[in-house]
């Protein structure tokens, strides 16, 4: 390509693109998930507060 020259795209990205990567979107979403655990339980006021949200968090989980 020379200077001042456009660009050509040659090939598309993959049709399977997706597929690759969605296997690891768990992993993202349970980032965002402890994260979001991790500032909510922060903004509890009292240890007894904080204790009461895992163990509902406890329960949930068990429930599955």
Do not use: C, F, Y
């Amino acid at each position: 390509m020379q200077p001042g020259e456009a660009a050509v795209r040659l090939t598309s990205g993959r049709p399977d693109a997706a597929d690759l990567t969605a296997s690891r979107d768990w992993i993202s979403k349970l980032a965002a998930l402890r994260e979001e655990v991790e500032e909510k339980l922060s903004k509890q006021p009292t240890n007894q507060g904080r204790e009461k949200m895992l163990a509902a968090l406890k329960r949930a989980l068990e429930s599955v």
